[in-house]
């Protein structure tokens, strides 16, 4: 009994593992080639004022988007209970006001986590026949938001922040931990994680 018990933690923290050294190999990734839409994963917003998290993955796209990697921005993530804006309206206001052109610009104003928002980018996307993405979002975050959105059947790359407050000092541990309990809730599952409490 002990030896199979052993067996199965080994097993165990094999996979565990694995999915670490993904989550840090894809972090550090940063996938620019022509795609058809950058889609902006998002993160909270205040009564429309993107939090600083969420304004550093979107101050990335606009790079992506002025270095010509794609037409059209996608600004993702729905609002919670009392907002009166969501995180894609939010985003696309705020990406506006930095000098994006409007006609660029398209929020998805729907999802409460990421393979919700995602689901919702994915009937746009393929409603214009858009097929490739370069997704941005926190480096830790790119390797499930890039699994999903591969799983729902976009041509997938990713370009993750790589300054910020996801960046800081104490929070790596914590979010690599979170989205490795993400990553394997949604292997076992196939649906939506709502793994942990949000670290930022």
Do not use: C
């Given at each position: 009994?002990?030896?199979?018990?052993?067996?199965?933690?080994?097993?165990?923290?094999?996979?565990?593992?694995?999915?670490?050294?993904?989550?840090?190999?894809?972090?550090?990734?940063?996938?620019?080639?022509?795609?058809?839409?950058?889609?902006?994963?998002?993160?909270?917003?205040?009564?429309?004022?993107?939090?600083?998290?969420?304004?550093?993955?979107?101050?990335?796209?606009?790079?992506?988007?002025?270095?010509?990697?794609?037409?059209?921005?996608?600004?993702?993530?729905?609002?919670?209970?009392?907002?009166?804006?969501?995180?894609?309206a939010?985003?696309?206001?705020?990406?506006?006001?930095?000098?994006?052109?409007?006609?660029?610009?398209?929020?998805?104003?729907?999802?409460?986590?990421?393979?919700?928002?995602?689901?919702?980018?994915?009937?746009?996307?393929?409603?214009?026949?858009?097929?490739?993405?370069?997704?941005?979002?926190?480096?830790?975050h790119?390797?499930?938001?890039g699994?999903?959105?591969?799983?729902?059947?976009?041509?997938?790359?990713?370009?993750?922040?790589?300054?910020?407050?996801?960046?800081?000092?104490?929070?790596?541990?914590?979010?690599?931990?979170?989205?490795?309990?993400?990553?394997?809730?949604?292997?076992?599952?196939?649906?939506?994680?709502?793994?942990?409490?949000?670290?930022?």
């Open positions: 009994m002990l030896r199979y018990l052993g067996g199965a933690v080994l097993v165990a923290v094999l996979i565990v593992s694995g999915v670490v050294v993904r989550i840090l190999w894809v972090a550090d990734r940063d996938e620019r080639a022509a795609a058809d839409a950058i889609v902006v994963l998002g993160a909270a917003q205040y009564d429309g004022d993107p939090s600083p998290v969420f304004q550093e993955r979107l101050d990335h796209a606009a790079e992506l988007y002025r270095a010509g990697v794609a037409p059209r921005i996608l600004t993702i993530g729905g609002g919670q209970t009392g907002d009166r804006t969501t995180e894609g939010a985003g696309a206001a705020y990406l506006a006001d930095s000098g994006i052109d409007l006609s660029a610009l398209i929020a998805v104003g729907t999802g409460d986590d990421t393979l919700a928002s995602l689901r919702a980018a994915q009937d746009l996307l393929t409603t214009n026949s858009w097929e490739s993405v370069v997704l941005v979002t926190d480096p830790w790119a390797a499930r938001a699994m999903m959105a591969s799983d729902l059947g976009m041509s997938v790359q990713v370009s993750p922040v790589q300054q910020g407050p996801s960046m800081r000092d104490g929070v790596k541990p914590a979010y690599v931990l979170r989205e490795a309990l993400g990553v394997l809730y949604y292997r076992l599952t196939g649906g939506s994680s709502g793994a942990g409490s949000p670290v930022i």
